[in-house]
């Protein structure tokens, strides 16, 4: 059974930080493909940022220059550190596994933890 936790979601306002953290179990590898993806009211849930095993990165370029993502391979974690947020970063975000050579048949998908960005 694989589960992805995410933690560090809140009430933040603009200009500030915060950093999430989704932690795997079960059968979550280093070899998978990680990410972060949020959803706001009336919108499609939207890709923010990737990283493979192997550490490569790839982000939104509305997140670009602020937003960080990161592994702890060895603790199965991955992070999402948010800089300079926005209003607009205002969302529920979720955390993502994805198998790199079978991706429809292990992809998983955490609870999501819920940020808003508001003076």
């Known amino acids: 059974q694989v589960q992805l936790v995410e933690s560090g979601g809140g009430l933040v306002q603009p200009g500030g930080s915060l950093r999430l953290s989704c932690a795997g179990s079960g059968s979550i590898s280093s070899i998978y493909d990680m990410g972060w993806y949020r959803q706001a009211p009336g919108k499609q849930r939207e890709l923010v940022a990737r990283?493979?095993?192997?550490?490569?990165?790839a982000y939104a370029d509305s997140v670009k220059g602020r937003f960080t993502i990161s592994r702890d391979n060895a603790k199965n974690t991955v992070y999402l550190q948010m800089n300079s947020l926005k209003a607009e970063d205002t969302a529920v975000y979720y955390c993502?596994?994805?198998?790199?050579?079978?991706?429809?048949?292990?992809?998983?998908w955490g609870q999501g933890t819920q940020v808003t960005v508001s003076s």
């Open positions: 993502n596994a994805r198998h790199p050579i079978r991706p429809g048949r292990y992809d998983y």
């Open positions: 990283i493979t095993g192997g550490g490569s990165t």
